[in-house]
């Protein structure tokens, strides 16, 4: 599943959200890779032959008429139950090609014509396949599962529309159709006395049942189709056998099945209006509960129950305008007057990181208990001959970092997603510069620790790696004392709800301006929103908060959206009820929308969302979108609007003692 990497979870290799090519969205919601891989599991969670089998061959035009398909042939030496898997020999194809595969069965070889793959399609060709009592005798349509109902088997197969499929059973066997599909029958005699049925179709949209005089009931199934079949178990047990599982076909996602007396029901979710099929195999069993309602069912002619389901895109939800935000300084440290008094002294020559510190002392914010999240330094030299400094600062690939001289912007480097450490010469040309106690303020930027695949790994250091000065052509200079702060109260854990790497060391993390319960009052604190934003560098603290009233029954993924003007050198934290869920870097990019989860965002009540802006230039910077919205409404069994309370501790007045 894609996921967030909220707080400060993720390796510099990513940004906040990682759910390209999953299976679900971070929003929850199915993508098409979802769909595809449930089919595979649904065929080989009752495929109990090929627990056991043996590679018979492999290679490119391996069993087929085409030097363009790869084919496996995996063969259950107990059974003889025969698994060719076909693809095309590049992987990378979109070609549509057509051909033909040779079958080993158990009445002897066979042929079948028109088999299809279209681009990155795979499919596997079955011989042999037992299903309950039955046995198919091969088919080049893709199985997605089988159940037994009592004494009847129900085989379900799929194929994309204008496909042709092909399947046999032994013997003689004749069908009725339900459904658009035309399915033709023919008896095919092999040596001696044998005989198969042969079952062909072009495969069109939809489904179509077909009973079979042997008693198989078969479904066959558009593949578009297939990615709404269902099969929920009546089991707990995770190992699912053919007959504790019942069949459902419509809806965007089924939860849980269960019966009682002559009632199915089924909890999921949905959105658009669609028909509901459900197999049970019970003809006792005559309505369908959906979601706890009651439907008006029908019976179709081969066994199965269909009620409609009513389209909620029309469902009113009301995403509210952001508004009533406030303001305040985040980033007082950057004063020459800062009382750093309380902050932990950088006093180590000696360090147990793999690589040799820059400078010393060391720097590195690990060695002083500070391990995620932003950093800020403050670093003390007497005297005014100092011309610049070499600062070298490693947060992670893309982390960048600004630097003031007794409250005077005078450089920085705003990252690189190529770079791991950035170096740059910091002029004090333009700052002033007194006898006593200057103070030069860097905050570093953080984008997670390095996997091990990167230099040092996880071991790599986080913060400054070296800094010196360069004194004047009248003399020299050198840091006379070196602070560091980090996230409140270090590795102590003080939020273990949210953990110890959902926050960093900015000013109004350390003071928990961003937990619901804190209230933006007093005078540092004034009207202003993240549109306004700074007109130089400095980091903006904002706050402000937003009531929902989504029905208990809807699922709503929502998000923010934060764009900035182009040119704009910023990174942005997001932070929802307490939890910061999101990191904007805009003139690196590529992320700007942001979901927020159940458990973090309350869809009934209010919510606390607060950013921090740091502008890392003196052109300033501001957001001019920021605003929620919704990805999607469905209605859901699941109850999304319950209380999350105790999940997002709120504001303590302990928190005053981290400035």
């Known amino acids: 599943m894609g996921a967030t990497n909220w707080g400060n979870l993720a390796a510099p290799v990513v940004y906040t959200s990682y759910d390209y090519s999953a299976p679900l969205r971070e929003t929850r919601e199915i993508q098409l890779k979802f769909s595809q891989t449930k089919l595979i599991a649904l065929f080989t969670r009752v495929s109990q032959d090929l627990l056991y089998t043996e590679m018979e061959s492999n290679g490119t035009g391996n069993a087929v008429s085409t030097q363009d398909i790869w084919t496996w042939v995996l063969r259950n030496p107990n059974t003889t139950t025969g698994f060719y898997t ?9 070609a549509v090609t057509d051909f033909s595969i040779n079958l080993q069965t158990s009445l002897g070889p066979i ?10 399609q795979s499919k596997i060709v079955v011989t042999d396949y037992h299903f309950g009592k039955n046995t198919l005798l091969y088919s080049s349509v893709d199985i997605l599962t089988y159940g037994l109902f009592g004494s009847k088997a129900v085989l379900v197969l799929y194929l994309e529309q204008d496909q042709v499929g092909e399947f046999a059973f032994s013997g003689n066997v004749s069908i009725k159709s339900y459904g658009n599909t035309n399915v033709t029958t023919s008896r095919v005699k092999t040596n001696g006395t044998a005989s198969y049925t042969k079952l062909v179709y072009k495969q069109t949209a939809g489904k179509t049942a077909l009973q079979l005089s042997n008693g198989v009931l078969m479904y066959l199934l558009e593949v578009t189709t297939a990615w709404k079949f269902w099969a929920p178990p009546t089991t707990s047990d995770p190992n ?14 089924v939860r849980n099945a269960s019966v009682s007396s002559n009632v199915v029901s089924i909890s999921g979710d949905n959105t658009n209006s669609t028909t509901l099929e459900v197999y049970v195999g019970d003809a006792s069993v005559n309505t369908i509960v959906w979601n706890g309602e009651k439907l008006p069912t029908k019976q179709t002619a081969y066994g199965a129950l269909t009620a409609d389901l009513a389209s909620i895109v029309d469902r009113k939800i009301t995403i509210p305008t952001l508004s009533g935000w406030k303001v305040a300084d985040s980033l007082p440290e950057a004063a020459r007057d800062y009382d750093d008094s309380a902050w932990t002294v950088c006093n180590k020559t000696t360090t147990r990181a793999p690589v040799k510190p820059l400078s010393l002392p060391v720097l590195y914010s690990s060695d002083y208990g500070y391990y995620s999240g932003n950093k800020v330094y403050r670093g003390y030299f007497d005297g005014k001959n100092a011309a610049s400094a070499n600062v070298t600062a490693q947060g992670g690939s893309a982390a960048g970092w600004s630097a003031w001289l007794n409250g005077k912007l005078v450089g920085g480097a705003p990252g690189n997603a190529s770079l791991l450490s950035t170096t740059a010469v910091l002029d004090f040309s333009k700052a002033t510069l007194y006898d006593k106690d200057n103070v030069l303020t860097v905050v570093t930027d953080y984008t997670g620790h390095d996997k091990t695949s990167t230099g040092k790994g996880a071991a790599n250091p ?19 004392q070196w602070k560091i702060q980090g996230n409140a109260g270090g590795s102590a854990n003080i939020d273990p709800v949210r953990g110890p790497l959902n926050e960093g060391g900015l000013y109004g993390e350390r003071l928990g301006w961003h937990l619901p319960g804190f209230s933006p009052s007093g005078t540092e604190w004034s009207t202003g929103s993240p549109a306004q934003g700074l007109n130089s560098s400095g980091i903006n603290w904002y706050v402000t ?15 923010l959206e934060l764009s900035a003007p182009a040119g704009t050198v910023a990174s942005i934290q997001i932070y929802l009820n307490g939890y910061q869920y999101g990191k904007f870097i805009p003139h690196i990019g590529p992320q700007t929308r942001f979901p927020f989860p159940p458990g973090v965002i309350n869809n009934q009540g209010k919510n606390t969302l607060a950013l921090s802006v740091w502008a890392e230039t003196d052109a300033g910077a501001k957001l001019d979108t920021v605003s929620l919205f919704a990805y999607n409404v469905y209605q859901t069994s699941f109850n999304f609007a319950q209380d999350f309370s105790y999940l997002q501790p709120e504001w303590t007045s302990e928190r005053l003692q981290y400035a």
Not at 111 to 120: A, E, F, H, I, S
Not at 240 to 253: H, M, N, S, T
């Open 86 to 94: 076909t693809q095309h020999a590049k992987s990378s194809s979109r």
């Open 111 to 120: 042929t079948v014509p028109d088999v299809q793959l279209n681009g990155r």
């Open 240 to 253: 699912v056998a053919p007959d504790e599982q019942i069949f459902a076909i419509g809806p965007y996602l």
């Open 462 to 480: 986080r913060g400054l790696l070296g800094v010196t000065l360069k004194g004047s052509s009248n003399g020299t200079a050198t840091f006379m």
């Open 545 to 559: 908060t937003f009531d929902l009233d989504i029905d208990s029954d809807l699922d709503v993924p929502i998000g």
